[in-house]
């Protein structure tokens, strides 16, 4: 296998070279005599066997490879410096990338204050954010595909799982207004729903027991992915179902959707911030402290 002769010491003497429009001028960038950048550029021309700079003129001209090798190189010089200044923070104890999953029934908004703050504070941090359902916050965490979960509902189903509890999410039975289910007198039966289909999110959990949420004795079902697109259906009038009161606030006050009321109503649902136990990375501490401070609830509208 040949080793090349490009190292990192001379590719910050070519690139000292360019920016600095001279041999000599990049000499005293770099704190060295002339003699030694020139003799630099002559070894490495050597060893590659092909020439860096055209020096028949009266200022020497950087070639067509010179060109080509620097600027290959400034990305090589780029990314060390990366690679380093990650180092560092790993053994400093930050984490050099932090995944953050929401569960579909929190409004992402929430997280987006505390995400300008940390960025702040610590800019290297990769920030990954992804979407998870019901029993898929969960399995997210556990299956370690993400460091934190906000809104998890309910309590943990398997054990090294640490949480705090974040708030509670009020149901409401929600239709498009007028839906004909407006026209009956309430409460509801559930018979009464055997006509219209019932929207369901689906649970996105790969490895743990799916839960279901809010299943009605509807004769069919629309399933989608997530609560917003719940939402959106359930306003056109196309399904009917239970909704957070907190996501639908403004289609009630507006009046795209309606709140029903049905002989059997659902409980809240306790929602969680999760973590593994164990986890020491200062970027998921910060953002633990912060999601468990009083009053966080109110950000995410619980």
């Not at 950087?62 to 053994?91: F, K, Y």
């Not at 929430?110 to 916050?137: D, H, K």
């Not at 090294?160 to 509801?188: C, D, I, K, N, Y």
Request: aromatic letters at 4%; one cysteine or more.
């Amino acid at each position: 296998m040949m080793t090349s002769p490009i190292t990192l010491d001379a590719l910050r003497v070519l690139d000292a070279i360019d920016r600095r429009g001279s041999f000599a001028s990049a000499a005293e960038s770099l704190n060295r005599v002339p003699s030694a950048v020139s003799y630099t550029v002559q070894k490495l021309e050597e060893e590659m066997g092909v020439p860096l700079f055209d020096r028949s003129r009266r200022r020497a001209a950087m070639t067509e490879a010179g060109r080509l090798v620097l600027e290959h190189g400034r990305r090589i010089l780029l990314a060390t410096e990366e690679m380093t200044a990650l180092a560092r923070q790993s053994g400093a104890g930050w984490e050099v990338e932090l995944r953050i999953c929401i569960d579909s029934i929190i409004e992402p908004e929430g997280l987006y204050p505390l995400l300008e703050e940390f960025q702040a504070i610590q800019p290297r941090t990769r920030v990954v954010l992804s979407e998870e359902v019901l029993s898929g916050a969960w399995d997210a965490l556990h299956d370690n595909r993400c460091d934190l979960v906000i809104g998890a509902p309910g309590e943990a189903p398997v054990s090294g799982l640490a949480s705090q509890p974040l708030g509670e999410v009020s149901l409401v039975f929600a239709v498009a207004s007028g839906h004909p289910l407006t026209r009956l007198s309430q409460p509801l039966s559930v018979t009464s729903l055997q006509d219209y289909p019932t929207v369901v999110v689906a649970d996105s959990t790969r490895n743990l027991p799916s839960l279901s949420s809010g299943l009605l004795d509807g004769r069919s079902q629309i399933i989608v992915p997530t609560i917003a697109q719940k939402i959106e259906i359930q306003a056109k009038g196309l399904g009917v179902g239970y909704l957070p009161l907190h996501r639908v606030r403004e289609q009630i006050a507006t009046g795209s959707l309606e709140v029903l009321a049905l002989e059997m109503e659902r409980v809240p649902i306790s929602l969680s911030i999760a973590w593994r136990s164990g986890r020491q990375g200062k970027a998921l501490k910060w953002f633990i402290e912060r999601l468990c401070a009083p009053g966080m609830s109110t950000a995410f509208g619980l």
